[in-house]
């Protein structure tokens, strides 16, 4: 059936995803003031986030990386470094010192990335690279301003600035970093500078201060507002792969983590049995008893399969109507059938009054399962399900039965003889 086939790629294979649209809701109503989600969700954002802002990362620190060449020229190009060991001046051999040290870290923090390294420590490293750049800028501006040379104070605001960028960080990382810096400022100026110096220091620190706060507000604000997005993204998204009347995976979920469960299983060689299943008479039991009432039937069929999922990558969904769908993932077609049998007699000890049907006089489901070859796509493995649903109802109903190649694999398991279709499985 082509309405089968993946619409999109799958992100995991857990059956739960369905009813995660419920987390992300209740979040949202309880509020994130201080900026941070109950876990695991605050993991999730944060992978998320770090992987949309990574890009922008490797943008930013290959800016920095050229910017800081240019300043490790002028340093060579303005100061006589042999002059100043002579006359046992070691603070600008300091100053050069920590410039190619935070060099050598942009250029290791950028190849990091570029390699696809640091997928989670990465913001880690943008902090330690910011807090270098601020400290060294600031103790190269103190051995300027002792020798008399021009000196780029505005380089520290912009250093500021820099800190509030779209680096991976969170606001909290943002905001410790740029005191740092503001920090590092005042410290060289206090201990490197003269005594008349100092107070354009403390000026300057406090500008620095002033600025790392305005910094800070538009980073709580913007990362507020990514958080609330991340939150209503989710929601549409799970929103768009659940439904709604029985509160178990829809269409379009089920088809592409099956999909997905398929390419897995063939990668590791792995039995997989797609049911599908069907509500026996549904509609003269809508019509004898209220499309309300169907609803609930429906509701309760759909619970019961949720508990013969044995698994975690077994699958579950509501392919439309009353048509259902079943992945059994790792089960041999013998086992299957026994689950599937015991779905049939679950359905039908649920007792919901069914007096139109012509099958028994309480509501039944039949199924039709087919055994994954290893090879085929999803599409052509519920056309044989499809098949063996036929089957299963034109022998009276109420019962689930296998496609010939699933019933063949259970007869040569029993004489220890597989077809030749099925012996990669072994």
């Given at each position: 059936m082509?309405?089968?086939?993946?619409t999109?790629?799958?992100?995991?294979?857990?059956?739960?995803?369905?009813?995660?649209?419920e987390?992300y809701?209740?979040?949202q109503?309880?509020?994130?003031?201080?900026l941070?989600?109950?876990?695991p969700?605050?993991?999730?954002y944060?992978a998320a986030m770090?992987?949309?802002?990574?890009p922008?990362?490797?943008?930013c620190i290959?800016?920095?990386?050229?910017?800081?060449?240019?300043?490790?020229?002028l340093?060579?190009?303005?100061?006589?470094?042999?002059?100043?060991i002579?006359?046992?001046?070691y603070?600008?051999?300091?100053?050069?010192g920590?410039?190619?040290?935070?060099?050598?870290?942009?250029?290791?923090?950028?190849i990091?990335?570029?390699?696809?390294g640091l997928?989670?420590?990465y913001?880690?490293?943008s902090?330690?690279?910011?807090?270098?750049?601020?400290?060294?800028a600031a103790?190269n501006a103190?051995?300027y301003k002792?020798?008399?040379?021009?000196?780029?104070?505005l380089?520290?605001?912009?250093?500021?600035m820099?800190?509030?960028l779209p680096?991976?960080?969170?606001?909290r990382?943002?905001?410790?970093?740029?005191l740092?810096?503001?920090?590092?400022t005042?410290t060289?100026?206090?201990v490197?500078?003269?005594l008349?110096q100092?107070y354009e220091t403390?000026?300057?620190s406090?500008l620095l201060?002033f600025?790392a706060?305005?910094?800070a507000?538009?980073?709580?604000?913007?990362?507020?507002?990514?958080?609330?997005q991340?939150?209503?993204?989710r929601?549409?998204?799970y929103?768009?792969m659940q439904d709604?009347?029985?509160?178990?995976?829809?269409?379009?979920?089920?088809a592409?983590?099956?999909?997905a469960?398929?390419?897995?299983a063939?990668?590791?060689r792995e039995?997989v049995?797609l049911?599908v299943l069907?509500v026996?008479?549904?509609?003269s039991?809508?019509d004898r008893?209220?499309?309300h009432?169907?609803d609930m039937?429906?509701?309760?069929v759909?619970?019961s399969?949720?508990q013969s999922?044995?698994r975690?990558?077994?699958?579950?969904?509501?392919l439309?109507g009353?048509?259902?769908g079943?992945l059994l993932?790792?089960?041999?077609?013998k086992e299957?059938?026994?689950?599937?049998?015991a779905?049939?007699?679950?359905?039908?000890?649920l007792?919901?009054?069914?007096?139109?049907?012509?099958?028994?006089?309480c509501?039944?489901v039949?199924?039709?399962?087919a055994?994954?070859?290893?090879r085929?796509?999803?599409?052509?493995?519920?056309?044989?399900a499809d098949?063996?649903?036929?089957?299963?109802?034109?022998a009276g109903?109420?019962?689930?039965?296998?496609?010939?190649?699933?019933?063949?694999?259970?007869a040569?398991?029993?004489?220890?003889?597989?077809?030749p279709s099925?012996?990669w499985?072994?």
């Open positions: 082509s309405g089968l086939a993946p999109m790629p799958a992100a995991t294979l857990k059956a739960e995803e369905a009813h995660m649209g987390v809701a209740e979040q109503l309880r509020g994130f003031r201080r941070r989600f109950e876990e969700l605050e993991r999730e944060l770090r992987a949309a802002k990574r922008g990362t490797l943008i290959a800016t920095a990386l050229v910017i800081w060449l240019v300043f490790v020229a340093d060579l190009s303005r100061l006589d470094l042999a002059a100043e002579a006359n046992r001046r603070d600008a051999w300091l100053g050069i920590l410039r190619w040290t935070t060099l050598a870290l942009l250029t290791g923090l950028l990091a990335l570029l390699r696809g997928k989670t420590a913001p880690w490293g902090m330690l690279t910011l807090v270098m750049i601020g400290a060294t103790i103190c051995v002792l020798r008399g040379l021009p000196q780029a104070d380089a520290e605001f912009a250093i500021i820099a800190v509030f680096l991976g960080m969170t606001f990382q943002s905001t410790v970093t740029a740092l810096v503001a920090g590092a005042a060289a100026g206090l490197m500078l003269d008349e100092r403390v000026r300057m406090v201060l600025a706060f305005v910094g507000v538009g980073a709580y604000l913007r990362e507020y507002a990514e958080r609330d991340f939150l209503l993204r929601q549409l998204h929103g768009a709604a009347l029985t509160g178990i995976g829809n269409r379009r979920y089920f592409q983590h099956a999909a469960a398929l390419r897995q063939a990668r590791e039995d049995v049911a069907d026996d008479h549904f509609k039991f809508n008893y209220g499309h009432a169907g039937a429906l509701h309760r759909a619970q399969l949720k999922l044995r975690p990558l077994d699958l579950v969904g509501r439309g009353e048509e259902f079943l993932y790792g089960a041999k077609p299957a059938l026994m689950v599937l049998e779905v049939v007699a679950t359905v039908a000890n007792s919901i009054a069914h007096e139109a049907s012509e099958t028994a006089n509501l039944t039949s199924i039709g399962a055994c994954f070859d290893g085929e796509s999803l599409e052509s493995l519920y056309k044989r098949a063996a649903l036929y089957e299963s109802k034109a109903r109420n019962r689930a039965a296998l496609d010939d190649m699933a019933a063949s694999l259970i040569a398991t029993a004489n220890d003889q597989l077809p099925s012996r499985r072994r």
